[in-house]
């Protein structure tokens, strides 16, 4: 695939912007899709809103994303390759949440965020309702992980993670159905989950 260079990765996520991601209507993400096994007591109504930052910057003149690998004390997706992101809290934007969870997870300063975009909600098997939120930061990227909520931060290139040759597709069982889902491996990293689910967005976006 061809490789991604940073001015040209930032110009197309601001041109996608102009058109709507096909089939991303609010009322379509909350509907189960083909092989997705919602929670039998999944409720739209009730779903807990949440956000998280899609960072990208450059190195050399390549775009690099930034993830996370949770810290495994954590009790829930402890050890998961992650976006830095939570829950949404009372008076914030979709934005000031991704800048505020990222500045406490991995000590990211928010005035050197650019903000891009939102990309299309992400709804959640444990009720979760996630917008990713787009920014872009020059160099130096200096963080500083919080080691209660963080074990390791590393980037990887953004044209590994658009490459269709590098979407691998996953089943596992589910209150007795089977759920299809998509992952990505590198350098001995899995990458699946909603973290997988939301990084495809990105891809059909780009695309």
Sequence with gaps: MQECRFPEVVARVRA???????????QDRLSPRPGRVWPATFDPAKVRHAACLLLLF????????VLTVRAETLGRHG?????????IEPGESFEQAALREAQEEIGLPPPRVEVLARLPEYFTRTGFRVTPVVGVIQPPLELTPDAREVDEVFEVPLDFI??????QRGTRELGGRTAHFYFIEHNGRTIWGATAGM????????A
Excluded: C, E, I, K
């Design 16 to 26: 996608a912007l102009l058109a709507p991601l096909p089939g991303a209507t609010a």
């Design 58 to 65: 450059p190195r050399g003149d390549r775009a690099h994303l």
């Design 79 to 87: 050890g998961q390759v992650s976006l830095p992101g939570g829950a």
């Design 162 to 167: 658009l490459d269709p040759a590098n979407h």
């Design 199 to 206: 990084l495809m967005n990105l891809y059909r976006m780009l």
